[in-house]
């Protein structure tokens, strides 16, 4: 796609592909407008966003009977989680990672870096080892 701008005096070209023609016009262009913020001829968009429909749910009571709250304490208690308090202005962010993230031991079966060569899929291959899949779920799944 060639576009004609007037304010630089020449063309832009964008060449994309898609898997259909849809997809190949929507990434060609948004080339085009890439090029066009790049190039100074449309400035970054300044505007309000909508809000995604989750964003605005309303918070809702739910009734939880005293005696899965007397187990949940216990779980949490057992397992040592902190739990947040309520923010004291309910528009204010809480983050929920409290104290130090947990550390995983590494895994005996370490490897060396490689390269895991592209194949097309196929019944009962696994390309991560390159070898058959003999046993389990994954032995007789269909592509």
Not at 13 to 36: D, M, P
Not at 75 to 85: E, K, R, S
Not at 119 to 126: G, I, K
Request: aromatic fraction near 6%.
């Amino acid at each position: 796609m060639q576009l004609f701008v007037r304010q630089l005096g020449r063309k832009i070209t964008a060449r994309e592909h898609g898997s259909n023609k849809k997809l190949a016009a929507q990434s060609c262009a948004l080339s085009l407008v890439r090029q066009l913020y790049h190039l100074g001829v449309l400035e970054a968009y300044s505007g309000v966003t909508k809000k995604k429909e989750g964003e605005t749910l309303e918070p809702f009571d739910v009734s939880v009977s005293a005696d899965l709250q007397q187990q949940l304490a216990g779980v949490v208690q057992d397992l040592g989680v902190q739990i947040a308090p309520p923010p004291a202005d309910p528009s204010c962010k809480v983050s929920l990672v409290q104290g130090k993230m947990a550390t995983f031991e590494p895994s005996q079966r370490q490897s060396g870096a490689g390269v895991v060569p592209w194949s097309p899929p196929q019944v009962n291959w696994n390309p991560w080892t390159s070898s058959n899949i003999d046993e389990g779920p994954l032995a007789f799944v269909s592509l």
